[in-house]
Each structure stands twice: as structure tokens, then as C-alpha cells.
């Protein structure tokens, strides 16, 4: 009965080999393939694999991609949700794959509800309106015009002080 188990055992090996083989592949890809976080409307950097030659965001309305000097990228968060990023050689080999994460932010935020309409408020340290996906669309737009005129006047007047 031993020797009939040991024979069958062995009938396995190659089976046995190939799924080990398998394993170490898939672990390895699942290893390289890491998922990166970055929160909305921030940015990270990330160190490309040497040879890159093309870098590919799958949806560039979650987050977007600019490819700096030095081998580094900078990777912004756009919009909540997940996409991923490719990155190539010149001969189209797949160097590298991430999962891109993007996440709501860290800082300190009250959302105000005014019935159906939200209202999002950055509280670092004194409470002032700022951008933010989901909110009323009056609040938003004007919240983003008084931030255009701002930058704008801003703009101008570094503008101004150059000569």
C-alpha cells in the first residue's frame, strides 16, 4: 500500500514543479505590480524603470501623469476612483504596472449640507471654501471664479513687479 502511495506521489512531481514555477511567476508580477495612492488634487512622485521610453495613464480624468527629467514622474490625483499606469521600453516591452488609487484628501475639511446642496469648507487652520467634487454647483462655480480672479490678480501683480 506505501509503495502503490509513494508511485503515485511521484506520477505528481511534474505537476508539482510546473504549479511551484507558476506560483513564483505570478508572485513576483503581483510584488512588481504594487498599487500607488495619491489623494485628490495632491501629488507624488514616482522613480521610473531605467529604459522607459513611454508611460500610459489609463483614464487621465482620475489622475494624470508628467514625466520629469531624472528618471522621476509626477502623479496627480484628479478625480476619485482607480486607473492604472503602464510604463514601456522602446520596443513596447511592459516594464512596469501599477494600480493608481486616488483617495479624498488629508487635510481638514467641513462639508455643509444645506439641504440637497454641499458646501465644502478647508479648515487649516481657519475655515475657507474651497473646490471639491460632489459640492452644489453654484457653490462651486462660485468658489472657482473667486479663485481665478485671485490667481489672476496674483499673476498681474508679479507681473508688475518685474521689469
Wanted: charged residues 20%.
Amino acid at each position: 500500500m506505501t509503495a502503490l502511495c509513494l508511485r503515485s506521489l511521484g506520477a505528481l512531481r511534474p505537476l508539482y514543479w510546473a504549479a511551484v514555477v507558476l506560483s513564483l511567476t505570478f508572485a513576483s508580477r503581483a510584488m512588481a505590480d504594487e498599487m500607488i495612492v495619491v489623494h485628490l488634487d495632491e501629488a507624488r512622485i514616482i522613480k521610473l524603470p531605467d529604459r522607459t521610453t513611454t508611460v500610459v495613464i489609463g483614464n487621465p480624468l482620475i489622475a494624470d501623469i508628467s514625466v520629469q527629467s531624472g528618471g522621476l514622474a509626477v502623479l496627480t490625483g484628479k478625480s476619485y476612483g482607480a486607473t492604472n499606469v503602464i510604463i514601456m521600453d522602446k520596443g513596447g516591452a511592459v516594464l512596469a504596472e501599477h494600480d493608481v488609487e486616488v483617495q479624498g484628501s488629508d487635510d481638514k475639511i467641513v462639508v455643509v449640507y444645506r439641504g440637497g446642496a454641499r458646501e465644502t469648507y478647508s479648515c487649516t487652520p481657519e475655515c475657507s471654501a474651497r473646490i471639491a467634487l460632489g459640492d452644489d454647483t453654484k457653490f462651486f462655480t462660485d468658489t472657482l471664479s473667486r479663485m481665478t480672479a485671485r490667481n489672476g490678480q496674483s499673476l498681474t501683480a508679479g507681473a508688475g513687479g518685474q521689469r
